[in-house]
C-alpha cells in the first residue's frame, strides 16, 4: 500500500511541478526565489497558494493546514519558510533520514520547495494540548537548556524549528532520536543539550511545548 501511495503522489507532483515550475525564472533555486520574494512580497499570496496546491500529498500525514493528523508526525504550520525549505533539502541529502519523505521530496521541483516552505509558514498555529502535568518543570528546562537556539517563546527561526503548539509525541520522539542517537538525525549540540536534559525529564519539555501558543 505504501509503494502504490508513493508511486501515485510521484506521478501527480511531477505534473504539478512542471506547470508550478514554469512560472519561475529559468534556472532559479528554491532559495533564491525565497530570497526573491522576501524583497517584493508582492508574489507571496499567488506563490503560497501555488505551494497549498503542490502540498496536497503532504496533507495526507502533515494535514491540509500543516496541523498534523498523527501525534508522531510535525506539525509544520508557523514554521519559518527558509527551515521548511532546509528540512527538505536535508531529505534529499540524507542529511535526515526518512524513506518514504526521502522518495517524495525528490518529486518536487525548485519552485514546488519554495511554495510549499512558503504556503506552510503562513498558516496560523494553535497548541495542540492542554498544559501537561509536568508543564511547569518542562518550562524551566527549556530556558536553561532549549530557549538559546528556539528561542525564549519556542518560535524558532531560519536555523532552528519552531517548537511552540508542536506535537508532544513527536517531540518525544525527536528527543529520544537524538539522546539515543539512532541515526535519523544529525545534529551534535542537540545530542549534548538532551543529554543533560535527561531521558526522564523529556516528557516534563514536551508538557511545555506542546502547549504553548
Known amino acids: 500500500m505504501l509503494r502504490t ?3 501515485v503522489s510521484v ?3 511531477a505534473l504539478s511541478g512542471a506547470a508550478l515550475v514554469s512560472a519561475a525564472p529559468a534556472g532559479e533555486t528554491a532559495a533564491a526565489m525565497l530570497a526573491r520574494l522576501e524583497a517584493a512580497p508582492a508574489g507571496l499570496p499567488a506563490v503560497r497558494d501555488e505551494g497549498r496546491k503542490a502540498a496536497f500529498f503532504c496533507a495526507n500525514c502533515h494535514g491540509e493546514t500543516g496541523v498534523s493528523r498523527y501525534p508522531e508526525v510535525p506539525n509544520l504550520a508557523g514554521q519559518n519558510p527558509v527551515y521548511v ?19 517524495l521530496m525528490k518529486v518536487l521541483s525548485e519552485h514546488d520547495k519554495a511554495a510549499i516552505s512558503l504556503y506552510y509558514a503562513s498558516e496560523p498555529v494553535t497548541p495542540v494540548a492542554q498544559p501537561g502535568a509536568r508543564a511547569a518543570e518542562g518550562a524551566a528546562l527549556y530556558a536553561k537548556l532549549c530557549a538559546r537556539c528556539h528561542q525564549d517563546d519556542a518560535r524558532g527561526g531560519e536555523a532552528f524549528p519552531r517548537l511552540a503548539g508542536q506535537q508532544r509525541e513527536y517531540l518525544r ?5 537524538y539522546l539515543k542517537q539512532t541515526g535519523e538525525r544529525f545534529y551534535a549540540p542537540m545530542t549534548a543539550a538532551v543529554m543533560q536534559l535527561g531521558e526522564s525529564n523529556i516528557d516534563a519539555v514536551a508538557d511545555h511545548l506542546a502547549a504553548l501558543k
Not at 85 to 103: C, H, T, V, Y
Not at 173 to 177: P, V
Open 5 to 7: 501511495f508513493l508511486n
Open 85 to 103: 525549505l532546509n528540512q527538505i533539502e536535508a531529505f534529499l541529502s540524507g542529511k535526515r533520514k526518512d524513506p518514504f519523505m526521502q522518495g
Open 11 to 13: 506521478a501527480l507532483v
Open 173 to 177: 520522539i525527536s528527543l529520544n532520536r
